[in-house]
């Protein structure tokens, strides 16, 4: 009990710390992100699927506390979904967009919409079209099928915008749809 408060309190300060670096999605994107990422089979969106399980997955990657890829056992799975439980109850969802948002692979060698953002248009997260983060939110399910197949990412796109449909504002939808997804420059990325 007393190491949960613990991290509790080391989470939210270390958040607190954190309020002062520019935001990975501009402030009021964040439903946007999610809609895209998390809708379940009803289309409600929520931050308690895929977002959250990843940065639980990266963090114990990042302190080599985790298993190899693709040698995760049911302990590491039961272990990973307590965490994300934990982490659930105190984070909001725009806290847990904003951080899945810095850390998410995005294909290229770029980790993190604002790496991704200034490799692929040269821009910056504050001036970040909607369509330039719906198209990096749907890259992140896939980015190696993604990046080197525009045409997969096309149709995806299409299907998870449109899938995003009654939570989103109407306009929104439409202008993403008849825009469709922003295209990579042939040969943009993050690596030199």
Not at 92 to 115: K, V
Not at 173 to 185: K, M, Q, S, T
Request: aromatic share 4%; charged share 20%; with cysteine.
């Amino acid at each position: 009990m007393i190491r949960a408060i613990l991290a509790a309190f080391a989470l939210a300060t270390s958040q607190a710390a954190a309020q002062d670096k520019p935001l990975s999605i501009p402030a009021g994107m964040e439903p946007l992100v999610i809609a895209i990422v998390e809708p379940d089979s009803q289309g409600e969106v929520e931050t308690f699927g895929p977002m959250l399980r990843e940065q639980v997955i990266r963090a114990e990657q990042a302190n080599g506390t985790g298993p190899e890829e693709g040698h995760e056992t049911l302990s590491d799975q039961l272990r990973w979904a307590r965490k994300t439980v934990g982490l659930r109850l105190i984070l909001s969802d725009i806290e847990i967009a904003q951080g899945w948002a810095a850390r998410a692979d995005l294909g290229h060698g770029c980790i993190g919409f604002p790496a991704a953002l200034a490799a692929y248009w040269g821009a910056t997260s504050q001036d970040a079209t909607p369509q330039q983060l719906a198209t990096l939110a749907t890259l992140a399910r896939s980015p190696v099928s993604f990046a080197s197949n525009p045409e997969m990412l096309a149709a995806t796109y299409h299907q998870l915008v449109s899938n995003a449909e009654g939570v989103l504002p109407e306009t929104l939808v439409d202008l993403l749809l008849e825009n469709g997804p922003a295209a990579i420059p042939e040969g943009a990325g993050c690596r030199e």
